[in-house]
């Protein structure tokens, strides 16, 4: 029996819309188990601060020969996988580092994947571990450090209601940063200077911010308010306009080093809690320029800059050719 074309195209068809139908039956069969997936969105008109922890850090930093009681390399890694989550998110008001966390703060009328918990604290916190990983080598390849397993980050996301909450949550985890940085300024130099660490724990038990800084001073010269600020205050980023030392002006995911706990931090950045807050001043780089962050950003845009360049001047000679 001999088909025409048409006739042969009609029953491909045919077979293909039974085929289908077939399948979307199946399908719409096992559908209801959508029915079990729960979405929780996020409170609206309130602050979002989804925060990042290490889990198991203390073995991490072990098994990677962090150094103690701070790492700066380890922090700085840090603050790039910090940088890459502001990068993604222009919703994030404010980030804040220290140690193995950060915080990473999302303005009152973010909108971002409408407001889902589930879906904004999992794609935050990997993209915070992939980016973590991925700038490994950039950090640690001048030490000779190899990634010996892949690090984790849990995350949660916490709403505050008011400005002052926000502020007061900020304040707490800088806060943290001084208690953590002194303990560990004054246990780890007594552990250098001969004590165990149970007896460098007994030593400093009970005792105050003010008998730790004695310690530090009288036993060791060291001063505790010298000490670099980013093991002090932590780090704080901030998306800015900015004019670097070649005098270009670009905007810039920028370092902070601030006691953000002060009114005159917030004063002197009203973006952060205001979007509509206009400031003119450009914001000067000055020694900042220098930190990776900052580093890596300006790299990324001479690369890019350097490709277009190419890529024009590839389209001149083809038109050129051409004519």
Not at 8 to 31: C, D, P, V, Y
Not at 93 to 114: H, N, P
Not at 199 to 224: C, H, M, P, V, W
Request: hydrophobic fraction near 35%; aromatic fraction near 12%.
């Amino acid at each position: 029996m001999q088909f025409s074309f048409p006739s042969i195209l009609k029953h491909i068809l045919k077979r293909t819309a039974r085929s289908l139908h077939s399948s979307t039956m199946a399908l719409s069969r096992f559908e209801y188990v959508k029915q079990f997936e729960q979405e929780e969105k996020l409170l609206p008109n309130s602050w979002i601060v989804v925060r990042i922890d290490g889990k198991g850090f203390h073995r991490f930093c072990n098994v990677h020969s962090f150094s103690k009681p701070n790492d700066l390399d380890a922090l700085q890694l840090m603050n790039l996988a910090g940088m890459t989550v502001l990068q993604e998110f222009n919703e994030i008001a404010i980030g804040y580092g220290q140690s193995d966390e950060y915080s990473f703060v999302f303005r009152r009328e973010a909108s971002v994947y409408q407001r889902r918990r589930d879906k904004l604290v999992s794609y935050v916190a990997s993209l915070f571990t992939s980016a973590y990983m991925f700038h490994w080598k950039r950090i640690f390849d001048g030490r000779s450090i190899a990634m010996r397993y892949p690090p984790s980050f849990d995350a949660r996301a916490v709403l505050y209601p008011t400005d002052e909450n926000l502020r007061d949550y900020l304040s707490w985890r800088q806060a943290d940063v001084h208690v953590n940085n002194l303990y560990n300024t004054t246990f780890w130099n007594l552990v250098a200077s001969g004590l165990s660490n149970s007896d460098a724990e007994k030593r400093l038990q009970g005792t105050l911010a003010s008998d730790k800084n004695e310690i530090l001073f009288s036993q060791f010269g060291i001063n505790y308010n010298n000490e670099p600020v980013i093991y002090r205050k932590g780090t704080i980023l901030l998306p800015k306009s900015v004019v670097s030392s070649e005098g270009k002006k670009q905007r810039l995911i920028v370092p902070i080093f601030e006691d953000l706990i002060s009114d005159a931090f917030w004063a002197k950045h009203p973006e952060i809690l205001d979007k509509k807050a206009k400031t003119d001043e450009l914001y000067d780089l000055g020694e900042n320029e220098a930190q990776p962050v900052v580093r890596y950003q300006l790299e990324v845009q001479e690369r890019r800059k350097a490709g277009m360049n190419k890529a024009e001047t590839g389209n001149r000679l083809l038109a050129t050719d051409h004519s």
